[in-house]
Antibody
Framework: QLQLQESGPGLVRPSETLSLTCTVS??????????WGWIRQPPGKGLEWIGT???????YYKPSLRSRVTISADTSTNQFSLFLTSVTAADTAVYYC???????????WGRGTTVTVSS | DIQMTQSPSSLSASVGDTVTITCRAGQSISTYLNWYQHKPGQAPKVLIYSASRLQGGVPSRFSGSGSGTIFTLTISPLQHEDIATYYC??????????FGQGTRLEIK
């Protein structure tokens, strides 16, 4: 059974870089037509799609975050990562890693990890 | 970004009722529309993909319809465990996906 698990610091200082890793188990991130991505939910708000990566390294990002976000995949460790630079309090959220299936649905999610941006 | 607008933002209904949530896209997205259920403290769960296809394991009281710019999620009959926030998501633009703002469903 495919499982995803987020890991990384729960507290990030303003202006620094948020770094999260998603470890995939029970399946390979090299699976054809599966994309791997990040979604977040700020407190009291809805879901926000951040971006996705294909195992080949192709990436797609939310336009308003494109200047600050990088998502990368490591097939040797079966992990993918999120890097968000110059964070502010507005980046405080629960961050989910997830899989986009070949049918375009986000069908497998991690449990989510809370990241707080604060000094 | 393709804007996705859900209505209503919240609703209250009784067990056994039929509930309908609407999602409107800012441009035609064919049937590249998914619906999710999100309960507090849990990861979201896909209910419907491609506008009308039921995800495996999802109860048949959930159904979806629509194409182009207008889509609906129907729950019938409503059960107590359906208390959650529901989101639509467009998957038409492979380079940038977007969610609706969510519809919070409460039981009377």
């Amino acid at each position: 059974q495919l499982q995803l698990q987020e890991s990384g610091p729960g507290l990030v200082r303003p202006s620094e870089t948020l770094s999260l890793t998603c470890t995939v188990s029970g399946g390979s991130i090299s699976t054809t037509n599966c994309y791997w991505g990040w979604i977040r939910q700020p407190p009291g708000k809805g879901l926000e799609w951040i971006g996705t990566v294909y195992y080949t390294g192709d990436t797609y990002y939310k336009p308003s975050l494109r200047s600050r976000v990088t998502i990368s995949a490591d097939t040797s460790t079966n992990q993918f990562s999120l890097f968000l630079t110059s964070v502010t309090a507005a980046d405080t959220a629960v961050y989910y890693c997830a899989r986009r299936a070949p049918n375009y649905a986000i069908d497998v999610w991690g449990r989510g990890t809370t990241v707080t941006v604060s000094s | 970004d393709i804007q996705m607008t859900q209505s209503p933002s919240s609703l209250s209904a009784s067990v056994g009722d039929t509930v309908t949530i609407t999602c409107r896209a800012g441009q035609s997205i064919s049937t590249y529309l998914n619906w999710y259920q999100h309960k507090p403290g849990q990861a979201p769960k896909v209910l419907i993909y491609s506008a009308s296809r039921l995800q495996g394991g999802v109860p048949s009281r959930f159904s979806g319809s629509g194409s182009g710019t207008i889509f609906t999620l129907t729950i019938s009959p409503l059960q107590h465990e359906d208390i959650a926030t529901y989101y639509c998501q467009q998957a038409y633009s492979s380079s940038s996906s977007t969610f609706g703002q969510g519809t919070r469903l409460e039981i009377k």
